[in-house]
């Protein structure tokens, strides 16, 4: 229920808070924060707000015009259960404090936008997310950048190329490369540190369903949550990176949501589930359809799979998403849609034949994402594909890998890289900007922001592996 100024002075007393903290997502995807006593929230914090300097910001504002203010979400509140000191946590919405308007750079606000764009065009009336969110947990990581040498160094007790380290003793209970996937203790040394991060999670209302380690060798995990609407469950994946971090670092643990950070294992991706609903009525299923799937679902399969190179450059927004999206590793490279082919960039569950559970999975998105943005644009791109009925072809239910050449050309792949995905934006990007959801400055301010401060930047830097194949010619 909507939380009143006198529901979060009760939840303050009762907590013994001393502190507010007012959180909010810059336009690459991480909370920002600062805080304030207890003794200063008033009703002013959800009304007039409070301001910031957007300029210091990522993604925001330049520095003539800076200001910008933030207004607490009252529905937001709850207990942080990570600091020592009794702190509440307010996710914000961002204004400019002289139209009063919402900002329209704020990735919430975009996230809000497309939920409102779902109910006016008659649809439906809610659309459900379930983000299966996979990271590497690590005991030791260094990496520097400097005129004249670069590095990275990432390391796991678990990790199966320490097998021959002397441990005093080495008990070599370590997962093969690509063997991580379910073993219990103590191959799967990570159990109770997953458990107290899903206690964690439930403590701040973050619904969750199973944990466990994954594939990759070196702590790979994976803790699923309860599907909820858009923008509740992106920021529900906001607390839940926040607290992975936080219970991982309290056992001096570092937690990466890198797609790629290890070389010739298993990426971290981020299959999300997703269908739409009219009242009672779970829209995307059909029981006489393929997979009972109805022809709403499969238009906006089509969607997903039409716009799939412009669309990942907010799905995939990384320059390392790319080393994760090739052959080899359970990675969906194939622009296609199947019931069972882990490949495939669509994929359809089998695992329940209950009515509720019907849904499709788009498994490109990786979780180096901005979480809002990335949610809304897969919707913006489904529901161009119902309201313009794009066939999404024909499923394919065999091993894409083991086509013939001829057969291979046949099926469109996910683009190559960072680079080309932005390129691929910029020429297709008008089913983003229906309804006012994205706006132009933020779909250029995303190009421009990726160009240069991320792409530009590593290109003017040698790579290592560049000394490797090129020092001797």
Not at 85 to 113: G, H, W
Not at 216 to 233: N, S, V, W
Not at 398 to 421: C, F, M, Q, W
Request: contains cysteine; negative net charge; proline residues 7%.
């Amino acid at each position: 229920m909507p939380k009143t100024l006198n529901d979060i002075e009760k939840i303050a007393k009762d907590g013994g808070i001393k502190f507010v903290d007012m959180r909010f997502c810059d336009l690459p995807g991480v909370w920002q924060h600062f805080s304030l006593p207890i003794e200063d929230l008033t009703e002013d914090v959800f009304g007039e707000g409070m301001g910031f300097d957007g300029s210091s910001v990522r993604g925001f504002q330049e520095i003539q015009e800076s200001d910008m203010v933030l207004v607490a979400d009252p529905d937001s509140a709850v207990i942080d259960p990570m600091l020592q000191i009794p702190t509440m946590s307010l996710t914000c919405n961002i204004f400019d404090p002289v139209t009063r308007e919402p900002y329209s750079r704020d990735p919430r606000y975009i996230a809000q936008k497309a939920e409102k764009f779902l109910q006016s065009e008659g649809i439906a009336e809610v659309s459900y997310w379930g983000p299966e969110l996979e990271f590497y947990i690590f005991d030791d990581v260094r990496f520097a950048q400097n005129a004249h040498s670069a590095f990275y160094f990432v390391d796991s007790k678990e990790g199966t190329w320490n097998s021959g380290r002397e441990e005093f003793p080495n008990l070599g209970y370590k997962p093969r490369h690509k063997e991580g996937y379910f073993p219990v203790p103590p191959t799967d040394s990570l159990q109770d540190l997953r458990s107290e991060i899903v206690l964690r999670l439930q403590d701040v209302g973050v619904q969750t369903e199973i944990h466990h380690h994954e594939v990759g060798t070196a702590g790979q995990a994976e803790i699923d949550m309860r599907y909820a609407p858009l923008t509740t469950m992106a920021d529900r994946v906001m607390q839940y990176k926040y607290i992975v971090r936080n219970v991982c670092k309290k056992y001096d643990k570092s937690v990466t949501f890198m797609p790629k950070p290890i070389f010739q294992d298993n990426g971290s991706g981020m299959h999300v589930h997703q269908s739409l609903w009219k009242g009672d009525t779970n829209l995307f299923y059909d029981e006489n359809g393929y997979a009972q799937l109805s022809d709403m679902a499969k238009y906006y399969i089509g969607g997903l799979l039409k716009h799939a190179p412009a669309l990942l450059a907010f799905t995939n927004p990384t320059t390392n998403s790319y080393k994760r999206l090739v052959p080899g590793y359970e990675a969906p490279v194939n622009l296609v849609y199947s019931q069972r082919n882990r490949s495939a960039a669509v994929r359809i569950p089998l695992y329940s034949k209950s009515i509720a559970a019907k849904r499709i999975e788009f498994r490109c998105p990786d979780p180096s994402c901005n979480i809002y943005l990335c949610l809304s644009a897969m919707l913006m791109a489904g529901l161009d594909g119902i309201q313009n009925k794009i066939d999404p072809g024909d499923p394919q239910d065999r091993n894409l890998y083991d086509l013939e050449p001829e057969e291979a050309k046949k099926i469109n792949s996910t683009p190559g890289s960072l680079g080309e995905v932005l390129d691929n934006l910029e020429a297709d990007h008008e089913w983003l900007l229906r309804g006012d959801v994205f706006t132009p400055d933020v779909v250029s301010t995303w190009i421009n922001y990726k160009r240069e401060k991320e792409l530009a930047e590593l290109n003017l830097r040698p790579h290592p592996y560049e000394f490797y194949m090129y020092y001797d010619l």
